[in-house]
């Protein structure tokens, strides 16, 4: 599996820009207004910073940074407090350490900081990273949400975060593409309900995907087996609310069951996965849709695809094709029957 893309013409996220300097104070100072004080030297003295700081914030709780320092330099926050960081080194690395945990991280290995945990990073020279910023709070209610359960023990990633796990490959691609579409222009304006989605559903992803200290909660007993009764309920649900952007907490939130135990309820009486079942549903009301307004002027395909929640208009095309046999433009042009 790849790891995340890089322009070759432009920084990510250029159209961001907060600050680019030469300044150890300035660029210090700058960081710090958007993630916490920290120290900050140079690993060699007399070397030229090289710094800059892109962000982009996509709701309310996450934002996506692009950081670069140049030369190699010792970062030291100290406890973030109240939120956590996925960083990925685009290129070189650094050596994190966050509590008891080390890691040498990697374009292949991200790490995690727990806001709980004393932090101190090196980063070498030449190593822009790409930094996701998540709430803590937020990631918190996400993660009761899941468990439907209140958390009694602080949420500790495991440091290490490796990019190349095929359990991670949805979270790492989707990184990407909010990326590659935030460096493209406004596909996701920030508020929005689209940028919403895309934000519950990276941290339900984060949630379910990386190791972290409640991660065996939140796979449940494996041998738990719900009755179809819930199964049902959670169809309806999302059958009634399929233009709202659902995410799997809120599925299990309305059945009242964790992720885990729902998931293996829908594998065993639907013969797929809730998320599978929303997404069905979806495509159906876009084709409802677009044969409804067949040639009539007015909404466009993009249009319908985005109040359902399908932000990628090439991956909705192939899985509307996969459906229905045909391209989405061509059921726009048909006349309703």
Not at 308 to 323: E, S, T, V
């Amino acid at each position: 599996m790849e790891t995340l893309t890089t322009p070759s013409l432009s920084l990510p996220l250029q159209r961001y820009r907060l600050f680019e300097s030469h300044d150890m104070d300035e660029a210090r100072e700058s960081v710090a207004r958007v993630f916490c004080p920290h120290g900050l030297v140079m690993l060699r003295p007399r070397t030229e910073l090289d710094a800059c700081h892109h962000s982009a914030r996509l709701h309310r709780d996450v934002s996506l940074n692009y950081v670069q320092y140049g030369p190699g330099v010792q970062i030291d926050p100290g406890y973030l407090q109240d939120f956590f960081l996925l960083q990925i080194p685009l290129r070189g690395g650094a050596e994190i350490r966050c509590g008891a945990q080390y890691v040498e991280a990697t374009p292949r290995l991200a790490s995690l900081p727990s806001p709980t945990e004393p932090l101190s990073m090196r980063w070498a020279d030449s190593s822009p990273h790409l930094i996701v910023q998540l709430s803590r709070a937020a990631l918190i209610a996400r993660l009761e949400s899941l468990l439907q359960a209140p958390v009694g023990q602080p949420l500790v990633f495991d440091l290490g975060v490796p990019l190349d796990n095929p359990t991670l490959a949805p979270l790492v691609h989707f990184i990407d593409y909010l990326r590659l579409t935030l460096d493209a222009g406004n596909a996701l304006q920030a508020g929005s309900p689209l940028a919403e989605h895309a934000e519950a559903y990276l941290m339900a992803s984060l949630l379910m995907s990386a190791r972290h200290n409640h991660s065996r909660a939140l796979a449940g007993d494996t041998q738990r087996r719900l009755l179809p009764r819930a199964v049902r309920r959670a169809q309806e649900y999302m059958a009634a609310n399929a233009d709202l952007p659902l995410s799997l907490a809120d599925v299990c939130r309305e059945v009242g069951c964790s992720a885990r135990a729902l998931q293996l309820a829908f594998r065993q009486h639907a013969g797929q996965g809730p998320m599978e079942f929303l997404r069905e549903i979806r495509l159906d009301r876009v084709r409802a849709e677009l044969q409804a307004s067949a040639g009539v002027a007015g909404t466009g395909v993009r249009e319908v695809a985005q109040k359902y929640g399908f932000l990628h208009l090439g991956h909705f095309a192939a899985q509307y094709r996969a459906r229905f046999g045909e391209r989405p433009s061509e059921t726009r042009g048909l006349r309703a029957s």
